[in-house]
């Protein structure tokens, strides 16, 4: 089964981010808004619960995170996706490290990036107008991050969660 | 905010639940396939913290349990929705029970019947089509849950999970 692990950020977030995703998103039925700790990985049904106890203990070890959305940004020209960048902090970094040295799953095609995509898989020109009119309106707002959740994709492409970690907490 | 309380059934009951649901579910796209076990009910985001450890402490009392899945059902005449009955147990009524007598929401409107939806808000003749159709193919399945979650709405409509509690785990 193809897992993925995530944090969603505050109802408040979410629902700007879908305000937008709603028009440029094609993703944006098949989960939340999101920041992607560790891209998408194969694991069995049993090799997942020794996954899961290592999330569990793992989880232990940090603390609820305060993370900055500063600004609109692009991943162009590597592809046409636009996010709200989350400024990258030491937890963060150190949390997503963890997330591919301590579980199965390949080594990350890119570095982190943390963010939260807001529109993807738009064409050239689609891409200039919609990161101009965002850039112009940007985003600057704090919050704390005090879980994250492995999810596993279903075949129509939709993520359910099977699990939540709280960090921090025992 | 705007709570629920469901357990996801096995990746492969919810491909198949999501096979129909793709054509004749229009909460398709709002959370995967599902069993509801406490109705949408409010609360504040310091309540929601006694409500999450209040449910941990019950999902302890309980064990993973036993679910099977034994037809094709209608709620008409109270509405048009088609689901996949789920078979009352002991087990799963005093779960219902517990989540509306131990925790804030209102006293449910309906007994508990627990299904998972494959179609509603069909017309009416839309509705004797489908339920002929998926009736004559039926369903007979049946797995162990171990898990439920606690979710929260976000204004589109689309369900994010908030924690994951664990049956009857130490």
Known sequence: MKYGIVMFPSKKLQDLVNSYRKRYDPHYALIPPHITLKHV????????????????????????????????????????????????????????????????GEEPEYSFVPHITIGQKLSNDEHSDIYGQLSMVGIDHEEVIDRFHLLYQLENGQWTVYETYRLGEE
Chains 1, 2 share one sequence.
């Not at 603390?63 to 900055?68: A, E, F, G, T, V």
């Open 41 to 104: 990985f194969e694991s069995s049904d049993d090799e997942i619960k020794t996954v899961s106890r290592k999330l569990n203990q793992l989880s232990k070890q940090h603390h609820p995170m305060k993370i900055h959305v500063s600004k609109v940004s692009t991943f162009q020209p590597v592809n046409n996706t636009i996010y709200f960048k989350v400024e990258p902090t030491p937890e963060l970094e150190q949390l997503n490290k963890e997330l591919y040295s301590e579980l199965p």
